[in-house]
């Protein structure tokens, strides 16, 4: 299965998150998250408890941990990764967007940003650039003027399956980095 949203697994994290109110991630953010911890240097299962702010009980902590396995077993066997929101950048639904995903997925860099950003920062920050300018976080005004060029910044979105691709090669390729 090349998508990391088993029915059962997000059915357990979904039901979590439904109870804690209206400021909870979406699933859409979580996935993000997911996808950034499973490409990119993980410390293990505390990595989701840090990013989500939130103790986890162990059958949600357990369903996410799983889904990073699930996800980074797709990208190993060469698996594109469907992310389940359109690959609209212009398209807002709060919380189930692509700037949503991207926020998500800046969590997970935020973890680790040292560890993201140590080898090759000029590298990282080129590839990380469309989920910087997607979700939105970053203010520079040249963002601002990039965001103008949808032609570019639709290429950016449709691009961000293949981001993953190449990020977990940089991670986990074998090359002797960690996986």
Not at 3 to 22: C, M, R, W, Y
Not at 88 to 114: I, K, M, Q, T
């Amino acid at each position: 299965m090349s998508d990391v949203t088993n029915p059962s697994l997000k059915q357990v994290i979904e039901g979590h998150f439904a109870g804690e109110g209206e400021d909870a991630p979406t699933w859409v953010e979580i996935h993000g998250l997911t996808c950034a911890l499973a490409v990119g240097p993980y410390g293990g299962p505390e990595d989701f408890v840090t990013a989500l702010e939130s103790e986890l009980p162990e059958p949600v902590l357990d369903a996410l941990v799983s889904l990073r396995g699930r996800l980074l077993t797709g990208l190993y066997n060469g698996e594109r990764t469907t992310l389940p929101c359109l690959l609209d950048p212009y398209r807002e639904e709060d919380g189930n967007d692509l700037a949503s995903w991207c926020a998500g997925f800046l969590a997970g860099v935020f973890l680790r940003e040292e560890d993201w950003y140590q080898d090759h920062e000029d590298t990282m920050a080129n590839w990380l650039l469309p989920v910087v300018l997607i979700s939105g976080v970053d203010e520079d005004p040249s963002l601002d003027e990039l965001w103008e060029n949808s032609a570019v910044v639709r290429q950016m979105a449709t691009g961000l399956p293949d981001l993953l691709e190449e990020l977990v090669l940089h991670f986990h390729g074998t090359d002797g980095k960690d996986s």
